[in-house]
């Protein structure tokens, strides 16, 4: 009653028919119930292999694992050898791990190894030997020891010590697709010829251009959940040969393009994927390494004989570096209030070209930012070009900002005040009318840089409106003071309907800074609630209330996607 008085089948080959039909044969000979209900002949195949692993197959593999794991520890211990004879030491103890002997602390790679063996499902591990001295920007959660890590500075190692990442051949393709795709329209930097020709060289790239190549594949994983598993690893170690190119201190490496443009890329995953204070420090790098190349003077005429010898495409991708580190900086400094570290006064780069004919190799000269600026001429620009002129206009709001506070602390009457807000007002609205002219609304679903540029040319009208309510202290501005709260909440409206209407296009493909013009959109609708609460009709009210609901519903949202969400969300 409580078991099985017979086999669940009986013994023999189920026939070819019921193998088709997926049926339960019952193995009559010479001919099955089921064929003999049919009608139909009986055919059985008894050399079938059968299923599941060869005998003896398990127990190999666990063989291999064996005699791999006394390689890896062999390995080790010989590298613990080498250091000891050439190193001071510092004993540091963990109460999960045996003494090891190394210049900083460890974080736990063999945790790290079973979580990456589960997410990739390959036997083979990576990790670094338990010696090798780790950046302490890298890992900021484990102790570091000022005073003996000056005194004794990390060896010169190649970033390979640290344990390569496997990465499938297949795998890499799709990331490298995957960031074309998503990460450099947002992200200009690369022209994809060139970058495929220099990445098919394989082992005889520089090593500024394996930390693109890492920093490449690093940004592609933070846009998609299908390469979830790889981001720390890939991270880790994208930012360990970073600093390993730091610490050699040598100029040659760092004069390379590719080392600031991995630097950009790793900067705008932390925003993304880490915390702001992480990204914040990681974009100062980008800026010194900017002004160190002396990218912000390009163009600038050169004596006779000191002619750039660098090629059209190779000139365009050095201005494109720069325009993506100077936006990059006006993001922060607008959202902070910050002081710019890039001063607009000293550029003397020409803007970036149309992004087809970049692609293409046809470097056409575009003009300087001061002469568009100036410039009423209705044409298109490429969608950075755009995005630079127009957070250039909102880093102009924040310097007339600080003017007018220093003019009031020192006289009594601030100079220019109107006619400067008048002439970034003016500049705002033709850059506003160039995108409507250019880019119309079938155009700006199809780029997400162009949604931004829109999200950010209404951002600089809020920030304007903010100006005008800080400052206008006296009844004849009131009237000034309603205008532009009108339009500030037009804007800000605007802004909640393009953050909407990027859901066809997909949060993955945003750009990392669009979570601060949703932020400045939520704040601008919440002011208005409270400064015209009793104002409002019921309907406008309650209409408000909606775009305001909407705004903080698309930043939760977000929140899977972009840090910057959460951080902007904290802050409503």
Known sequence: MYGRAEPRQQPGYACEECRKKKLRCDRQRPQCGACAHAQIPCEVNDRRVPRGPKKGSIGALRSRIVALERRLSTSQVEDNL??????????????????VTTQFSLPDWDMQHQEQA???????????????????????????????????????????????????????????????????????????????????????????????????????TAFSSQFGGLQEALYAKTRFMLDQIDLNGTDSLLCQIEHVQAWILVTFYEFGRTNYRRGWLSAGRVFRLVQFLKLYDIDSPKP?????????????????????????????????????TLSEEMVFTRLPCLDADFQRGLVSQESFLAETMSSAEMRPYAPLAECAIIVTICSRALSHKQIYTIETLYSNIPLDFSSRHDWLDDMLKRRLNNLYANYPSLTVAENPMIIFSYMIAHSAVIYLCRIIETLSRNDQDQSLVWEFQQRGLWAAQEIVRLAKEHEHLGYFKAHTFMPLTIYLSSSRLARHLDVRRGELETEEFEDVENFLHTSIEVLQKLQSVNNLASYYLQLL
């Open 82 to 99: 080498a250091i000891d004879e050439h190193e001071p030491q510092l004993t540091v103890e963990s109460p999960e791990k045996e003494t």
């Open 118 to 220: 589960h997410n990739i499902s390959i036997p083979l591990t990576w990790g670094p030997p338990e010696t090798v001295p780790h950046s302490p920007l890298l890992f900021s959660d484990f102790p570091v020891f000022p005073s003996i890590a000056a005194s004794c500075p990390s060896p010169k190692q190649s970033p390979t010590s640290i344990g390569d990442v496997f990465i499938p051949d297949l795998m890499k393709v799709d990331l490298i697709q995957l960031y074309f795709d998503r990460v450099h329209p947002i992200v200009p930097l690369l022209n994809k010829p060139k970058t495929f020709k220099w990445i098919n060289i394989g082992n005889s790239m520089s090593e500024a251009q394996k930390c693109l190549q890492y920093a490449m594949w690093t940004s592609a």
């Open 304 to 340: 006779l004989g000191l002619e750039c010898e660098d090629d059209p495409v190779t000139l365009e991708e050095k201005r494109r570096t720069f325009w993506v580190a100077y936006c990059l900086d006006r993001f922060i400094s607008v959202s902070e209030g910050a002081p710019m």
